[in-house]
């Protein structure tokens, strides 16, 4: 069975493995140790703190094979991105340059140096080994954050967000990077985005250039990956676009990467989620409906996803096998919330 739950610290060793297969441009991952030992630290106490607002908690999870043991990937959600250090992005604009007099117009679309995303919950960290991108894993990945946000809706903000990894050749260098970020960074594409991930970003708002840019006068190669992702994150990209979110002109600075964007409620996984009480039988009842199911708690949060028959949008019980209720670590008459993985 493929099981989330929280990250703990013995999932240290499958991290670095992780971030070490996550390659350049992860920005979330790195494969400095120490750093990802930071980042299970944080998420642990994220977990266990009494939350009345949002901050900048990060949430890990790992996908664990509990036949095995073994961790296949993990996702994050941050609750307040751009609360203890800005949070930038670059917002696609345009400037207008008209004359009547030489009959000329000009829509120029430029690049704004933006702090708009400050506050919002950010998804983050997601990645699934490629041994394990089958049988709906990917989609348990992803969406499990949406059920334990609707769950502990408290400790989110109104807008959630994701960051898409942009576009980067086989060799892992990204044109809008070589065209316009190495021009103020002095730096090659992976040191910056190591640089990012693990230390303060106030490099990038002394190096950034202050005004707007020009997209016009950057080479037709890093003008083509302007809101492009990486052919690797397109089935997300999917995902969260079949979820609500939508690309609202807003990219990465160092790789031009799309960010989408969506309002917490208008999020359909967690619209669509319900509570429902536990029922416990030998098995399951025999259908082909993939239901994702968790229970109801924060630090010992758990989702698994199952196949059944169909339970419908509104079902006020819903029956686990055994095993997937000691999974899930619930009894007969406990609440859990499932989605019907449409």
């Known amino acids: 069975m493929m099981l989330i739950r929280p990250m703990r610290q013995s999932d240290f060793g499958a991290l670095c493995e992780i971030a070490e297969a996550s390659g350049p441009g992860f920005s979330s991952l790195t494969t400095d140790p120490s ?5 299970i630290d944080a998420s642990e106490a994220a977990f266990a703190a009494d939350i009345e607002t949002p901050g900048s908690e990060r949430y890990l999870f790992s996908l664990e094979d509990t036949s095995s043991g073994t961790v296949g990937g993990c996702c994050g959600v941050e609750a307040a991105v751009g609360m203890d250090e ?3 992005n670059y917002r696609v604009g345009a400037i207008v340059h008209a004359s009547r007099e030489l009959d000329v117009y000009r829509n120029t679309p430029t690049l704004y140096l933006s702090n708009d995303y400050t506050g919002a919950s950010e998804l983050c960290t997601l990645f699934l080994n490629p041994k394990f991108r089958s049988g709906g894993n990917g989609r348990l990945l992803s969406k499990c954050r949406f059920l334990f946000m609707a769950q502990h809706r408290e400790r989110f903000n109104e807008r959630v967000i994701a960051e898409m990894r942009g576009w980067s050749d086989d060799d892992g260098q990204s044109p809008f990077w070589e065209a316009l970020g190495r021009n103020f960074f002095n730096m090659d594409y992976a040191r910056a985005d190591h640089l990012s991930a693990v230390s303060t970003k ?8 202050r005004y707007p840019v020009y997209t016009t006068l950057l080479p037709p190669e890093a003008q083509a990956v302007i ?3 990486h052919p690797g994150t ?10 609500g979110f939508r690309y609202t002109g807003y990219v990465d600075i160092f790789d031009a990467g799309a960010a ?19 029922k416990v039988a030998d098995a399951l009842p025999s259908g082909n409906t993939r239901v994702l199911v968790s229970n109801t708690a924060l630090k010992d949060f758990r989702c698994t996803l199952v196949e059944t028959a169909d339970p419908g949008d509104v079902a006020e019980t819903l029956t686990l096998s055994a095993e997937h209720a000691q999974a899930l670590q ?9 989605l019907v993985n449409r």
């Open 330 to 338: 619930v009894e007969a008459g406990d609440s859990i919330r499932y």
């Open 227 to 229: 809101g492009k992702v």
């Open 260 to 278: 989408v964007d969506a309002l917490f409620d208008d999020v359909r996984a967690i619209r669509k989620s319900r509570l429902a009480e536990v």
């Open 86 to 88: 800005p949070f930038y």
């Open 35 to 39: 750093l990802l030992q930071g980042k």
């Open 234 to 243: 397109e089935p997300a990209l999917r995902m969260l676009k079949a979820e």
């Open 202 to 209: 106030a490099w990038i708002a002394e190096l950034m250039p």
